[in-house]
């Protein structure tokens, strides 16, 4: 019903900055969250940020805070996250996942989500 593409991913140096995009298609909507997740290879997938669609409030993960900002663009369905001050433990495939029924603060569990892209890495060197 929604598919969710992302992109703006790529190779920067320590302390550089990316902006990654997550458009959707299909059935949108515009209440609900949006979030990113990451995972590194071997690792768990982490919830990295979320946005709420109707209220534009947002919350992090602590390892990200003050560093990454996330937004949202509802009248061209897209979302955004401004990494900031990367670091070479940002790096991993990150991926952007949709979902309108999510309850409280379970946004943070990535298997409360419906839609996910097919995620884009992000390369942070030394």
């Known amino acids: 019903q929604v598919q969710l593409v992302e992109s703006g991913g790529g190779l920067v140096q320590a302390g550089g900055s990316l902006r990654l995009s997550c458009v959707a298609s299909?059935?949108?909507?515009?209440?609900?969250?949006v979030s990113w997740f990451r995972q590194a290879p071997g690792k768990e997938s982490e919830f990295v940020a979320v946005?709420?669609?109707?209220?534009?409030?947002?919350d992090y993960a602590d390892s990200v805070k003050g560093r990454f900002t996330i937004s949202r663009d509802n009248a061209k369905n897209m979302v955004y996250l401004q990494m900031n001050g990367l670091k070479p433990e940002d790096t991993a495939v990150y991926y952007c996942?949709?979902?309108?029924?999510?309850?409280?603060?379970?946004?943070?569990?990535?298997?409360?989500?419906?839609?996910w892209g097919q995620g884009t890495q992000v390369t942070v060197s030394s």
């Open positions: 946005v709420n669609l109707s209220t534009g409030s947002t």
């Open positions: 299909g059935r949108t909507f515009s209440s609900g969250y």
């Open positions: 996942a949709a979902g309108r029924n999510i309850i409280g603060r379970r946004y943070i569990y990535s298997d409360d989500y419906d839609y």
